[in-house]
Nanobody, 125 residues
Framework: QVQLVESGGGLVQAGGSLRLSCAAS????????MGWFRQAPGKVREFVRA????????YSAEAVKGRFTISRNNANNTVYLQMNSLKPEATAVYYC??????????????????WGQGTQVTVSS
């Protein structure tokens, strides 16, 4: 089992920045690829960004490319999502997830084995 706890969400004005963190415990963190997804009210959960287990490869949804950065620190079992130039449409609950392998598709929810409870991000206009 891998337990994931997100933090860092909150209220920010459009154009601002937030940094989300996801702390992992349980199994060996460095064995898992990590992803961030988000779910806005009334919408399906969507992929945001992912990172390989070693951190050498990252993947991005087109909507956030160039504005959101994913990184990880395997020494302290944490993955981060740095969000810059935030827009109101980024308002959502953000979830981190862990995957043993991204071979089924880094942007597919079924690829991921463990999920956190989510953290709310609200961007005001």
């Amino acid at each position: 089992q891998v337990q994931l706890v997100e933090s860092g969400g909150g209220l920010v004005q459009a154009g601002g920045s937030l940094r989300l963190s996801c702390a992992a415990s349980g199994r060996t963190f460095s064995n898992y690829a990590m992803g961030w997804f988000r779910q806005a009210p009334g919408k399906v959960r969507e992929f945001v960004r992912a990172i390989s287990s070693s951190g050498t490869s990252t993947y991005s949804a087109e909507a956030v490319k160039g504005r959101f950065t994913i990184s990880r620190n395997n020494a302290n079992n944490t993955v981060y999502l740095q969000m810059n130039s935030l827009k109101p449409e980024a308002t959502a609950v953000y979830y981190c997830a862990a995957a043993r392998s991204l071979s089924s598709g880094y942007d597919q929810q079924y690829t991921y084995d463990y999920w956190g409870q989510g953290t709310q991000v609200t961007v005001s206009s």
